[in-house]
């Protein structure tokens, strides 16, 4: 299903039956009209000789409200040192929450490699709760002449680095498991690749040589591999594309685009920024566009150094861009929060820091890198950060550098729709699955929220709605004690709220 919103007026349909309040997309942004003495609309046409007495009347205009972002929690301790597995651990790596098990996929160096920034193996550990991981000895690669390690994947020829691992509930059940890195690439690949698409060539990625002067490489690209099972793994034989990132390299499986996206790093006007492409095969990306670069209203100091893409767990059509910002004044890393509707229109969340820096001398003093957003245990969604003790350059004792911790949030509650006294907003018109109207929220002690409902030919009163308070995940709205919206199959519904000193979070339906 390849899905544009481009041109398409309301009503609109929800694609997971949740919204939540990370974007405009859909609250009415209101109408506003001029009138004559008596009320009467006024067309815009060319001024007569004489007009009337004027006055504006608006219609559905949001009142009072501003969207924010909420800072997580992070865990004081990390649940991964990599002191404790003697390895490097780098940006976190990718966890995967999978029937039940969490799944990391990790990158670390090569023992004595004098290239700790490329030359690279994929490892592997699992959880059952996210906090107590085990590595175990899989025994699937030979590598340093041995197999009792953690190890699943060496990859051949191109060296590994910034690596993400996804899972692909889309493809054929034999590549179920898909992972992307940049990789050097020789001469002849280069031509190869150049001939068949030199329309998708990074000029960067052709510029760049090993640090040991390698002869056989002319440039990096962006590789792939493909497994059953996220343990044995068989490399794709050409470059995905030849693009220079040399960091996380996110990927996924877009339903609603129906597409496999990439989101890497690019160098816009010598900046670090974000970029996409596409595939329809896992094959052959092409079409990179810039989605994120440092704009106007960013400091003039400031990158992005990381494309931490992900989407909300139970709503692929939240996509959400955990960036990180590096900062050339203190050389931190800050994860922000970006949203987009369709993934290639980004916008920054305005509001507090997603992860406030630790205390000095805590693991993540200088900040960290968010990736994958995954459900948690006690009703909780977050990220398994990568974090740093010390800013990104400063020099460290190589291995045994990073830790990753947890940065958490309640369920659903990344952003806020926040109103701080009487407020008023409309939804547009919307087609959803359920018979309930489910409210994520929370008020202050003198905050309230109400909901009226408008149909094709009948509504529900704000003024019958019962008073809603408190703080809630998952609050069930009625009036006059009844939730059944009372709508047919099809039809679509305006929801108007009213809320004073509130948070609201989400809207969903069952």
């Known amino acids: 299903m390849n899905v544009s919103m481009n041109g398409v007026l309301p009503p609109f349909s929800l694609p997971s039956n949740v919204l939540y309040f990370h974007d405009w997309r859909y609250v009415n942004h209101g109408y506003l009209q001029w009138a004559g003495p008596e009320g009467e609309p006024m067309i815009t046409m060319p001024a007569a000789e004489s007009l009337p007495p004027l006055h504006a009347r608006s219609d559905s205009v949001p009142r009072g409200i501003r969207l924010e972002t909420m800072p997580g929690d ?16 780098f940006f976190g790596g990718s966890v995967i929450h999978d029937q039940g098990l969490y799944r990391l996929f990790y990158e670390s160096s090569r023992p004595g490699t004098r290239d700790p920034g490329h030359d690279k193996v994929l490892r592997y550990a699992e959880s059952d709760d996210g906090l107590h991981w085990r590595f175990p000895e899989l025994g699937v690669v030979e590598f340093e002449g041995r197999r009792d390690h953690n190890v699943v994947f060496t990859p051949q020829g191109t060296g590994y680095h910034g ?18 890195w940049l990789g050097y690439l020789t001469a002849e690949q280069l031509e190869q690749y150049r001939q068949r698409w030199p329309d998708d ?29 996220g343990l044995t793994w068989r490399q794709l034989e050409e470059p995905l594309i030849v693009q220079h990132s040399d960091t996380i390299n996110v990927g996924a499986f877009d339903p609603l685009l129906g597409k496999y996206v990439l989101y890497p790093r690019t160098w ?106 995954v459900e948690l245990p006690g009703d909780r969604v ?23 911790g947890w940065v958490s949030w309640p369920r659903g509650r990344l952003t806020a ?34 909901v009226g409902v408008l149909g094709t030919d009948w509504y529900r009163k704000i003024e019958d709605c019962e ?37 609201l979070f989400s809207v969903r339906f069952e």
Request: a negative charge.
């Open 467 to 503: 008073w809603i308070v408190g703080d809630e995940l998952d609050h069930v709205v009625t009036w006059g004690g009844e939730s059944d919206l009372r709508h047919t199959d099809g039809e679509s519904l305006q929801f108007t709220f009213e809320l004073r000193n509130a948070d």
């Open 382 to 404: 977050g990220s398994l950060m990568q974090g740093w003790h010390v800013p990104h350059k400063h020099p460290r004792p190589l291995p045994g550098f990073g830790q990753a």
């Open 201 to 229: 060539v990074d000029p960067l990625a052709c510029a760049h040589r090993a640090p040991e002067k390698r002869d056989d490489v002319a440039g990096l690209g962006i590789c792939g591999a493909v497994s059953p099972d």
């Open 74 to 89: 992070v865990d004081p301790e990390p649940v991964i040192r990599a002191s404790d597995i003697n390895e490097m651990l």
């Open 417 to 450: 729709l926040r109103a701080d006294a009487d407020a008023t907003f409309s939804l547009y018109p919307l087609r959803f699955r359920g018979r309930k109207l489910v409210l994520n929220f929370r008020t202050k002690a003198s905050g309230w929220i109400r």
């Open 268 to 373: 816009y006007y010598g900046r670090r920024s974000i970029g996409r492409a596409v595939s329809d095969d896992f094959r052959h990306f092409t079409g990179l566009q810039q989605v994120i670069w440092p704009g106007p209203g960013e400091p003039a100091t400031d990158t992005w150094y990381t494309p931490g893409y992900t989407t909300m767990p139970d709503a692929p059509d939240h996509r959400l861009m955990f960036a990180t910002r590096w900062s050339q004044v203190d050389d931190t890393f800050s994860p922000t929060l970006h949203t987009s509707p369709d993934g290639l229109l980004w916008q920054r969340v305005p509001g507090e820091p997603m992860v406030p820096f630790g205390p000095t001398g805590s693991w993540y003093a200088a900040g960290g890198a968010v990736t994958t957003l």
């Open 163 to 180: 690596p993400g691992t996804f899972l692909d509930t889309h493809g054929p059940s034999e590549e179920r498991y898909k992972t992307i």
